[in-house]
């Protein structure tokens, strides 16, 4: 169960994030209200929200998923990909002080985007990805390691991020897309496969017995609500339009 969730108000420079998506640019006035209704949601899940102030300067840097990685025994801050989101981290870190004693670093030359990163239980899935490299995922292992968790690399092939086409529901169960029906690690799992036209719904998030997902997809929606989940549908639209997702918006610890 998570008790603690941190977020960021989105700045409005948010229009001129890293985008490979060719969606156009997002309406910053519709993303402030959709990432209102985002932390309503999370308001319904029990959990306490701190919710971190605008940062121009960091037009990715509502996306505080991937700036740290936040688990049971300590934070790590991460050295993000992009080079223009390289300073996050340090945006991030005080807040990390706030709720953990021991906050650790990925370090140059790794680089690491938490959105890279699913937790199982104590098992950490780091996908090695143009954002995330050998050496950040290697760095990521040995801290694991160092607080009696483990970690494993996963290489992408077609996603941005791990995270971009799967999502662990709890309870054995793993929502995948793409190539990772078929990959072999993840076979030991109750595998929903999300339909091609659907793939961005992949991308969703498990709180407290509830699921979060983009709306506009039936299908998985449909899928989830079956294994006796509630769910609860956010248009997410503007984030879309910078390769943003749901569990993009949010630190959950």
């Not at 605008?54 to 080079?83: M, Y």
Request: overall charge negative; some cysteine; proline content about 6%.
């Amino acid at each position: 169960m998570f008790k603690h969730i941190i977020a960021r108000t989105p700045c409005r420079a948010l229009v001129d994030g890293l985008s490979e998506a060719n969606l156009g640019k997002p309406d910053y006035a519709k993303a402030l209200e959709q990432h209102n209704t985002y932390i309503r949601a999370l308001q319904t899940c029990g959990v306490d929200i701190t919710i971190l102030p605008p940062a121009e300067d960091f037009p990715d840097s509502v996306f505080v998923e991937d700036p740290a990685l936040c688990t049971p025994h300590c934070a790590i801050v991460t050295r993000p990909g992009a080079d223009s989101r390289r300073h996050e981290a340090e945006l991030i870190a005080p807040v990390l002080h706030r709720f953990y004693k021991n906050v650790e670093r990925i370090v140059e030359p790794g680089t690491l985007d938490a959105g890279d990163v699913m937790m199982v239980g104590s098992h950490y899935y780091i996908g090695k990805s143009a954002r995330t490299n050998e050496e950040g995922a290697q760095q990521l292992i040995a801290i694991l390691e160092k607080y009696g968790m483990t970690g494993s690399i996963v290489t992408l092939e077609e996603v941005l991020h791990l995270k971009t086409g799967l999502a662990y529901l709890e309870n054995n169960n793993l929502l995948a897309a793409g190539e990772f029906v078929t990959k072999p690690e993840f076979q030991k799992y109750n595998i929903i496969e999300v339909p091609v036209e659907e793939s961005y719904a992949a991308n969703c998030i498990w709180v407290n017995g509830k699921v979060i997902m983009p709306s506009g997809y039936p299908n998985t929606r449909d899928k989830i609500a079956a294994l006796g989940y509630e769910v609860i549908e956010l248009d997410t639209s503007e984030y879309r339009k910078v390769d943003g997702g749901v569990s993009c918006m949010s630190l959950r610890f």
